[in-house]
């Protein structure tokens, strides 16, 4: 069974999350990646940029990480001060739970965070994260919380450079 980390959250700005479903939605019945940046906040971090992975086979069931366009996304926003949090990819026709692909590369990067998007037809979009605290640690299943742009901008004090992103 899947434990839930305690205190522990994964807050997206609602801006995010309609950028994640358009693209999850635009590539049905395909599989979508990408990278999620962002910082600390609260009791645990805020994703504040995603970035889509072009570099990917597209199998419905199965994508495939360009490492080094990977690395170049995570450079390019370490730059513009984000860090790096997690992956994001979609499960077409399937719910958020992850495959044992998924928990392969999970296992190979523990602490990273991974939110999967489910996509069905009728267009019902379903997301849940996940993460593995260690590489000895069970997987655990992080609660999302939607914010808005105001409180993200107050909490933060993000300025105006960075509201495209929210
Ligand atoms: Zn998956």
């Known amino acids: 069974m ?5 205190k522990f959250n994964l807050y997206i700005t609602k801006g995010i999350v309609k950028q994640i479903e358009d693209e999850v939605i635009k590539s049905y019945p395909y599989e979508v990646c990408g990278v999620m940046m962002g910082r600390s906040f609260n009791d645990g971090f805020i994703v504040l940029k995603v970035q889509q992975m072009e570099g990917l086979s597209r199998h419905k069931w ?3 990480i360009n490492i080094r366009e990977w690395m170049t996304i995570i450079r390019e926003g370490r730059r513009e001060g984000y860090r790096y949090i997690g992956l994001y990819h979609s499960h077409p026709d399937a719910q958020p739970i992850p495959s044992n692909a998924d ?7 523990p602490g990273e965070i991974w939110l999967i998007v489910s996509i069905f037809r009728e267009g019902k979009v379903k997301m849940a994260a996940y ?3 260690s590489a000895s640690s069970a997987l655990a ?3 999302i919380e939607i914010v808005g742009r105001e409180i993200a901008k107050s909490e933060l004090g993000i300025n105006n450079d960075f509201t495209s992103f929210i």
Request: hydrophobic share 45%; net charge positive.
């Open 141 to 143: 299943r992080i609660p």
């Open 62 to 64: 199965a994508f495939e």
């Open 103 to 109: 928990i392969h590369r999970m296992l190979e990067c």
């Open 2 to 6: 899947l434990k839930c980390m305690n």
């Open 131 to 133: 993460t593995m605290p």
